[in-house]
């Protein structure tokens, strides 16, 4: 599989309670690789997947410690590294209650400069699946790069899944646009909130269905509620969440996406690969930042 998208630095800051303005709010900040882009491979090396390539593109800065991270992680990263802007910075405010909802603060730095001279159609040898970050819709150049990777992978009849990735970017992009922007891709994997949005239909349910009537395979991710998959116009099975205690769900859904597709590709149908998915989002809710546990060498 060949995923393309961000790599970016997550600063994940756990408060409880409301953030007190003017003054202090104690809270556990850690530094984690993230980036949906790269979450997404990671989870899918964890779940199996035999062979997880990522293109992405990242600052001088922290280019070593990103390439690190993810062949740790069983990922084999083809990291462009930006001579000008630094790697992209998610700050993540985490609410350390019950919920543990969490809030980002994003500067997209070099991830957003993936553009069309980055591609190149020899990245799908050997590829069973490219997976696009929704984030790459949301900059000119990364857009160029999608609409190159979308048309070589078609004339190669490699599937290809997109992430809606971040319902506040899609807001100021356009529905309309974006759906023109996707046109081609096999499986959509949005969020509850991306799902209305797109739809306009607050209902998931009615939202999955709609969009399946575009989009050959529709799985919408309700967090705690599991997961709906639908086709050809239908919601076609409800796969539940695992019962978990949250502690942070920055990457909750990358981890979906990555077990999904990684289920995906062994032969297994989209409600038992939903069900892995759920099963790999609840192991990331009980972590902190969006990244599995890597392997103890």
């Not at 590829?127 to 070589?152: C, D, M």
């Not at 599937?159 to 809606?164: G, Q, R």
């Not at 607050?202 to 575009?214: C, E, F, G, H, V």
């Not at 920055?250 to 077990?259: E, I, L, R, V």
Request: contains cysteine.
């Amino acid at each position: 599989m060949l995923v393309v998208g961000d790599v970016v630095t997550d600063v994940v800051a756990r408060h409880r309670g409301p953030l007190a303005p003017g003054t202090d709010t104690p809270a556990a900040i850690r530094t984690v690789p993230g980036g949906a882009g790269a979450n997404v491979a990671c989870w899918a090396a964890h779940e199996g997947c035999p062979e997880v390539r990522l293109l992405g593109r990242v600052g001088a800065d922290t280019a070593a410690w990103h390439e690190r991270e993810l062949v740790a992680a069983g990922v084999r990263p083809r990291l462009v590294v930006d001579r000008e802007a630094p790697t992209g910075t998610v700050v993540c405010l985490v609410d350390a209650g019950s919920a543990a909802e969490r809030t980002f603060l994003t500067d997209s730095g070099a991830s957003l400069r993936l553009g069309p001279e980055d591609w190149s159609a020899e990245l799908l040898d050997g590829v069973a699946r490219l997976h696009l970050s929704g984030y790459l819709l949301f900059s000119q150049p990364s857009r160029a790069l999608v609409t190159a990777a979308v048309a070589a992978a078609r004339a190669r009849d490699v599937p290809v899944s997109l992430d809606p990735a971040s319902a506040g970017f899609l807001l100021s992009l356009g529905v309309d646009r974006f759906l023109s922007l996707v046109d081609g891709v096999d499986v959509l994997l949005p969020s509850r909130d991306e799902a209305g949005l797109l739809t306009g239909l607050p209902d998931p349910a009615d939202a999955a269905a709609a969009l399946s009537r575009r989009i050959p395979l529709v799985v919408v991710k309700l967090g705690a509620r599991g997961a709906l998959v639908a086709r050809s116009g239908a919601v076609c099975a409800r796969v539940p969440a695992l019962p978990v205690a949250p502690r942070d769900t920055t990457g909750a859904g990358d981890a979906f996406t990555g077990a999904f597709l990684a289920t995906l590709l062994t032969g297994a149908g989209p409600e038992d690969a939903a069900a892995r998915g759920c099963r790999a989002g609840a192991l990331a809710v009980a972590r902190v930042g969006g990244r599995p546990p890597v392997p103890v060498p």
